[in-house]
């Protein structure tokens, strides 16, 4: 695809394509924006991946750190390899030969960090090989620059304890009580399981958790601990007991009050939309619902509070290890910045008479149209 054909105000500011003939790595960056600060947005590894599809991370990493009120720019990056059919060692020369092919414009210009198929262990290779400890974020946990300043993996679940603490944002402000409210979760994975953990711990009940294989339905609600020794030791958590097992589809249907959806996109469309019962739809995975259809939930009063929004806590997590900070300052940071922007977004909705989405673009376009002026 042509830069002109999705170039606009906003960037993207460059576009690089890497190849190394020694190990076949073909790699991606797309730098969209570095008008807060230098551009951050993870790796991501398919055999699939594309120009186009690292613009759209990329840009939709633009709107979520100026959301987050975080001094980033926005930016993704692609390695068009299938993990399936390589050895890790063949992975490791890969991501080292993609992070050695970088380190002209990173970490100056970029800073990487997990994505699909990439974890804290390529995140390692990346650094090592890229020569500079803000290279990348989302590193291992022993892997410091100096005494308490270490890596803080994405396997902490700070994305999914972000997603749990918008959720109550949202109750808050159409006056539901989280110790009264009913939840579902899609998926069991990073998002999910630490979403199910954390609203459980502030009261929430948990009554429908799905994975690949099916959901797991309990109106009296799904105990956390068991349904992650389930999932640990069967595989699924369809295998909890008691319960109902339902299709995966059904789970978007149920008669909640919070439906959230942590894995997979476009699972709310024109053929179920109708059929959602939830009051609060809280978006933990990346684009899990069209923005057609996030209009059609809109007009029915269903509160839908936007990805970009609602799962900031990786990249907010991302910056707190970025600066040096503890695991423990970073999930403060991640709370407080979750909290007080849901506020910012929801009253600027309610103010304006517009889309949770809207108020959000309007709010991270004005601090970025901002910081490009001053430059």
């Not at 092919?101 to 995140?123: F, I, Q």
């Not at 008669?255 to 809280?282: E, G």
Request: charged share 25%; proline share 5%.
């Amino acid at each position: 695809m042509e830069l002109e054909s999705f170039a606009d105000e906003w960037g993207p500011e460059k576009i690089i394509e890497t190849y190394d003939p020694k190990t076949g790595m073909k790699g991606i960056l797309v730098i969209d924006s570095t008008a807060l600060g230098v551009s951050k947005g993870g790796i991501r590894m398919t055999p699939s991946v594309n120009v186009e599809e690292v613009f759209r991370l990329a840009r939709v990493m633009t709107w979520k750190c100026a959301l987050a009120d975080l001094p980033f720019g926005g930016a993704k990056s692609g390695i068009i390899a299938d993990p399936k059919k390589i050895s890790k060692e063949e992975k490791k020369a890969i991501i080292q030969a993609f992070a050695r092919a970088l380190k002209p414009v990173c970490p100056s210009m970029y800073v990487a960090a997990p994505d699909m198929n990439t974890g804290e262990e390529e995140m390692r290779w990346f650094a090592e090989a890229n020569g500079d400890w803000k290279a990348c974020t989302g590193k291992p946990a022993d892997m410091c620059i100096q005494p308490g300043v270490c890596g803080i993996p994405h396997e902490y679940g700070s994305t999914g304890f972000g997603v749990a603490h918008s959720t109550i944002v949202a109750t808050e402000h159409i006056g539901l009580d989280i110790k009264n409210a009913t939840v579902a979760v899609e998926g069991f994975g990073n998002v999910g399981s630490f979403v199910c953990k954390y609203l459980s711990e502030y009261g929430a009940k948990i009554v429908a958790v799905s994975d690949s294989k099916g959901v797991i339905y309990n109106t009296d609600g799904i105990d956390f601990n068991e349904l992650s020794k389930i999932k640990k030791e069967t595989g699924s958590v369809i295998n909890y007991k008691p319960g109902d097992v339902l299709k995966n589809g059904e789970i978007f249907e149920l008669p909640v009050d919070i439906l959230i959806p942590a894995a997979v996109p476009d699972v709310i469309t024109k053929k179920n939309v109708n059929r959602v019962k939830a009051k609060i739809i809280v978006e933990g995975s990346n684009i899990p619902v069209p923005h057609d259809i996030e209009r059609k939930l809109y007009e029915r009063n269903i509160l839908v509070v936007p990805d970009f929004v609602a799962n900031a806590g990786g990249v907010i997590s991302s910056y707190a290890e970025y600066v040096g900070k503890t695991p423990e300052d970073m999930f403060k940071l991640v709370e407080e910045k979750i909290k007080k922007n849901m506020k910012i977004v929801l009253k600027h909705a309610k103010q304006k008479g517009i889309s949770p989405r809207d108020a959000a673009m309007e709010i991270a376009q004005e601090r970025v149209r901002k910081a490009m002026n001053k430059k």
